[in-house]
């Protein structure tokens, strides 16, 4: 009984259409949720959105079998070459959930995930989302402190 089983769940998962999703939300519904709230969204490939608030860029990309979802922004408007790296890891030990570091273009990062594996709902979502804009913001604080200081 157990093989049956195994193998109508595998023809499952084989069958079902391919698409991105965080725990059990669609990666639509995550644009849906985020246009409604008056951000702009851009579905930009299989597993990527790219949302457009104020002078920033969010990358929200939907990772894995879980459906991790990775939130990303570049800073262009800091110059990586003139912050130093103990600045960033001050904030990156102050900050548990979030991360800031200079990537492999020289362009300063800031990063966010959400581990899928328990499942995500859309209130998730829209907390996360808000947690990052606060990230941005603590974090162009967080520089703004180290150069008065």
Excluded at 97 to 120: E, I, K, P, S
Aim: net charge negative; charged share 20%; hydrophobic share 45%.
């Amino acid at each position: 009984m157990r093989g049956i089983l195994a193998i109508a769940a595998a023809f499952l998962v084989i069958c079902a259409p391919v698409s991105a999703m965080a725990g059990n939300l669609s990666k639509s519904e995550i644009a849906e949720t985020l246009t409604s709230q008056g951000y702009s969204v851009q579905d930009v490939g299989p597993h990527t959105l790219f949302v457009r608030v104020a002078d920033y860029d969010i990358r929200i990309d939907i990772i894995g079998p879980d459906g991790d979802i990775s939130y990303r922004t570049w800073l262009f408007e800091v110059d990586a070459s003139s912050v130093s790296y103990d600045v960033l890891n001050q904030f990156n030990n102050d900050v548990k959930f979030g991360r800031v570091y200079v990537d492999d273009d020289g362009d300063l990062t800031l990063q966010m995930d959400r581990n899928g594996a328990g499942g995500a709902s859309i209130e998730n979502i829209e907390s996360d989302f808000d947690v990052f804009l606060m990230l941005i913001s603590s974090f162009m604080d967080h520089l703004e402190s180290q150069v008065v200081a």
